[in-house]
């Protein structure tokens, strides 16, 4: 297993060009909110700027990234550890600058692979993602102890939210999971189907609660009323080409109706 993909990894090496490592940027949020457009956008984004992307696809189906893309796999990244299939018949060219690897099954079993099989994914995921200027994945969700085991350290992060109480829940404990122990993780905030006011309370109570108790700082990257989270996803692929996040808005005082939105639980 220690040779796993190697014979393939000389020539997709050749696909990335960079001196520098990938900015890597991990989304949260649920994918009945929207999480896999979204990401599909920002990569349309950064990949029209000329930016090499890697698109590691964690979720399946209607909700995948591959299918805001127009891509149906028929392999994942699973079956290429297995030994299936050809590494170079997972990873799928997505449009100029963006090659797409399907990996929700890869994702939902990388606990269970042996620590050999581990090694030898986690080499062959860095020879790819050093190659690109941007490598997009998702946070896992669920108890597992790393919420990113196929994209260790990312730069950015990312949470995909909507006014719905459920949403708020799952978004906050991804975030407790992806902060560290001491506190200084810096979120960027997408609210999607939200007019203005609930924009606004979810952003002020999600800001307080990861401050308080998190020690965490979270910046509104952007909401989107009603449409497709690719429209958003392309504006957010300009602040991160940018170099900084879009500044914090200042949340409303909550009114009566506002207040029925629930924060998360602690």
């Given at each position: 297993m220690a040779s796993l993909l190697e014979d393939?990894?000389?020539g997709l090496r050749k696909l990335?060009?960079?001196a520098h490592g990938p900015t890597r940027i991990a989304f949260a949020g649920r994918e009945a909110d929207g999480r896999g457009a979204l990401m599909a956008g920002v990569a349309r984004g950064l990949a029209a700027a000329g930016k090499e992307v890697l698109l590691i696809d964690g979720a399946s189906g209607a909700a995948?990234?591959?299918a805001a893309l127009g891509l149906r796999p028929r392999f994942d990244l699973l079956q290429a550890v297995s030994r299936d299939v050809p590494a170079g018949r997972v990873l799928l060219g997505a449009g100029h600058g963006i090659r797409l690897l399907p990996a929700a099954r890869a994702?939902?079993?990388y606990p269970r692979l042996a620590a050999a099989e581990r090694r030898a994914l986690d080499e062959w995921l860095r020879?790819?993602?050093g190659q690109a200027d941007f490598v997009l994945g998702e946070a896992r969700a669920g108890e597992a102890a790393d919420p990113c085991p196929?994209?260790?350290q990312p730069q950015?992060?990312?949470v995909a939210v909507t006014p719905e109480s459920q949403s708020i829940t799952a978004a906050y404990t991804q975030m407790k999971r992806l902060a560290p122990p001491r506190g200084g993780a810096r979120f960027l905030l997408v609210i999607l189907r939200a007019d203005a006011g609930e924009a606004d309370t979810v952003f002020g109570n999600l800001r307080e609660v990861a401050a308080r108790h998190l020690g965490a700082r979270i910046e509104l990257a952007g909401r989107l009323a009603a449409g497709d989270p690719q429209v958003l996803g392309g504006?957010?692929?300009e602040a991160l080409l940018g170099g900084a996040a879009p500044a914090p808005r200042r949340a409303m005082p909550r009114t009566a109706r506002q207040a029925a939105i629930t924060c998360p639980v602690v």
């Open positions: 393939q990894a000389a990335f060009a960079g995948s990234a591959a994702l939902r079993e020879r790819q993602q196929l994209l260790p950015r992060l990312v504006r957010l692929a």
